[in-house]
């Protein structure tokens, strides 16, 4: 089976500081991997996607870059926080043709 | 330009009636089309999807019925049930980009 760990569970930063997210897919060899952002009562907004390692595809401009350091790991950070950035931060994974599937989340909280 | 669009923002039903919830979108390229729920603080969990070659998909007691020439789609939740109170989005995709309405929160009272 296949599972999707997120870390942290929680964050609260300071504005202008710097932050990693992470994610972790077991389970699945070579997925397609995304990051999102959904603001808190709202939408979902999909901000990158990632084919193979090494290689990332921004959808959204948010001053946010992601990494995809290895084939089960993928990287959101930015060096400096804006208040905006708070929020509910989501990775999901390709698990048949066109199915995607979410982790439980990182809820960020930006002060 | 809002891609999906989702009506209404909220509703409200009792338990054992039929949920309906729209949906319409603005990229004839979308041939995917999810179902999410999702409970407060969680991730969404994919609940129901179609593809845009089919007219209808069943899956227990959800239901999506699409309409490609009006690019509308609905979900039916029927026999509705406290636990169903959840948020539901409902998205389009080109493939490697998902496009999320802005959601659905379905309250069900018993």
């Known amino acids: 089976a296949q599972t999707i760990h997120q870390w942290p569970v929680a964050e609260i930063k300071a504005v202008g500081s710097p932050l990693s997210l992470g994610c972790t897919i077991k389970g699945k060899s070579s997925p397609n991997l995304y990051w999102y952002w959904q603001a808190t009562g709202g939408t979902l907004q999909q901000l990158f996607y990632s084919i193979t390692v090494g290689q990332v595809e921004s959808v959204v401009q948010l001053n946010l870059s992601a990494s995809r350091p290895k084939d089960d790991q993928f990287i959101l950070s930015t060096e400096k926080l804006l208040l905006s950035h708070s929020g509910f931060y989501l990775c999901?994974?390709?698990?048949?043709?066109?199915?995607?599937?979410f982790g439980p989340g990182t809820r960020l909280t930006v002060l | 330009q809002q891609q999906v669009r989702q009506s209404p923002q909220s509703l409200t039903v009792w338990e054992g009636e039929t949920a309906i919830l729209n949906c319409s979108y603005e990229n004839s390229a979308f041939d995917y089309f999810p179902w999410y729920q999702q409970f407060p603080g969680e991730g969404p969990a994919l609940l129901i999807s179609?593809?845009?070659?089919?007219d209808k998909k069943e899956d227990g007691r959800f239901t999506i019925f699409f309409n490609k020439r009006e690019k509308k789609l609905s979900l039916h939740i029927a026999d509705s049930q406290p636990g169903d109170s959840a948020t539901y989005f409902c998205a389009g995709s080109n493939y490697n980009v998902l496009y999320f309405g802005s959601g659905t929160k379905l309250t069900v009272e018993p």
């Open positions: 999901a994974f390709r698990g048949g043709s066109y199915e995607q599937y």
């Open positions: 179609i593809l845009s070659v089919s």
